[in-house]
């Protein structure tokens, strides 16, 4: 590795909404058996954002933290990924880095490329550190995921933030060279420019996730990588938790692995527990996936982790990690659990209420109506500018 340094994950904090709908009412409005939501995609329940929450309030309140222990020294990039930007110029970091009080002289940029751009952000970081050993990186992954009322993706809605300090020698997880790539020009989600929803084809986005599942493992493999044996989990992209079971079982088939259930529960059980109740958080959904597995009472000192990122489009990544012992003394366990716990739970009527919710566009000033408890909130809007606010 160039400068001899170890790179990763250093501290690793998340946020969620103020709000959460259980499947149960959702089950209960569409006449869906809740089993095909607890059972067939494996989920419990979504964040559901106030009106006076967005990607820069649930980014900020995952990254306050980070800072509050780290400080500011040596931060001089912030990264945030996202796919339900909230301004086609301006980075939404920029206004994280202001709500965080970051020095000047930090570089801020906004990265997209659906699901996967926090992991290009993860590895944008490792290149700056690998050149300066010294420097901090934190990386933000926000989003809000919105699907048309009553389509069959509305189930897999969800918001979150992870914030992300990238640093060398770290504390959590160390990041390995190689990774495997994968791109394909496949039409399966996407999200013009003037839609707050995205469009997406279900099937046939299963069936592009399992195709890039193959892509990256063979890219990996030709890459040099570890043997598919030396991983004691896996973090995938979780839209719905379900998928990583059928994502694990597509790459053990292609790799000529048998398909033991328990081995598959044991490689992924750790890593959904966050994702089954807060829903498909677009790039957060692989952190989460780590947050949970870190959190997770058992011991992974030292264990070699493998990271599957795909971000329809599509773009995919696999790495690999290992947990670096002693991690456990740096986690945010009861934060995080706090985090879920806090969320209001909301009726189906409140709920669309929200998720129709929008500010007029007229350039007047139309403050949001207050929701959100949390440490930051969206205000309102004046002359087509967002403002934020701190408690
Ligand atoms: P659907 O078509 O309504 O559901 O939507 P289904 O009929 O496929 O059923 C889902 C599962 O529930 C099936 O299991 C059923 O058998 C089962 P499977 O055959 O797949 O194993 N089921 C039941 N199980 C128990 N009890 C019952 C019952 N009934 C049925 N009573 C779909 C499902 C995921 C397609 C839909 O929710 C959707 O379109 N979601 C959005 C797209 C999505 O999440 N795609 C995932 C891959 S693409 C991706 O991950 C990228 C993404 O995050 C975006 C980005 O990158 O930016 C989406």
């Given at each position: ?6 790179v990763?994950?250093?501290?690793l ?57 780290h ?17 086609q110029?301006?980075?939404a970091?920029?206004y ?9 002289a ?28 010294t ?5 933000v ?25 990238v ?100 490689a ?9 109740v ?7 959904s692989v ?35 290992t947990?670096?012992?002693?991690y ?8 995080h ?55």
């Open positions: 590795m160039s400068n001899g340094a170890t990763g994950i250093h501290d904090s998340f946020a969620t909404t103020e709000f959460v709908l259980p499947h149960t009412a959702l089950a209960e409005y569409n006449g869906t058996p809740v089993g095909k939501y607890h059972t067939g995609i494996g989920q419990r329940s979504m964040s559901v954002p106030a009106a006076d929450e967005d990607i820069v309030t649930l980014g900020a309140s995952a990254a306050a933290p980070i800072v509050a222990r400080g500011t020294d040596g931060i001089r990039t912030l990264v945030f990924a996202t796919e339900s930007s909230i301004d110029a301006k980075a970091g920029v994280v880095h202001s709500l965080l009080g970051l020095p000047s930090t570089r801020v940029v906004e990265l997209k490329q659906a699901c996967y751009g926090a992991t290009a952000a993860l590895q944008f970081a490792l290149g700056l550190i690998h050149r300066d050993p420097q901090k990186v934190l990386v992954a926000s989003d809000v995921s919105k699907y048309e009322l009553d389509s069959p993706g509305e189930a897999t809605q969800g918001a979150a933030a992870v914030a992300m300090l640093t060398a020698d770290p504390a959590l997880v160390r990041i390995e060279d190689p990774s495997g790539l994968f791109t394909a020009d496949v039409m399966d989600f996407w999200r013009p420019n003037y839609r707050d929803a995205a469009l997406v084809d279900g099937q046939e986005s299963i069936g592009a996730y399992l195709q890039a599942v193959q892509g990256t493992w063979k890219d990996y493999a030709e890459q040099g990588g570890r043997p598919l044996e030396d991983f004691g989990a896996f973090c995938y992209h979780q839209p719905f938790t379900k998928m990583a079971y059928k994502a694990h079982r597509h790459l053990l088939n292609s790799a000529g692995h048998d398909t033991d259930e328990a081995a598959v529960e044991r992924l059980g750790r890593t959904t527990g966050y994702n089954a807060i829903g498909n958080s677009y790039t957060a952190y989460l996936g780590l947050a949970a597995l870190l959190d997770d009472a058992e011991d992974l000192d030292g264990q070699a982790v493998g990271f599957l990122s795909y971000g329809s489009g599509s773009v995919a990544e696999f790495f690999a990690g947990v670096v012992p002693g456990r003394e740096h986690l945010r366990t009861e934060a659990r706090e985090a879920v716990e806090r969320r209001q739970p909301i009726g189906h009527d409140r709920y669309r209420e929200l998720h129709e919710w929008g500010f007029p566009t007229d350039g007047g000033d139309h403050p949001t109506p207050a929701g959100t408890t949390g440490p930051f909130r969206l205000a309102g809007i004046a002359g087509h500018k967002r403002i934020y606010e701190k408690r």
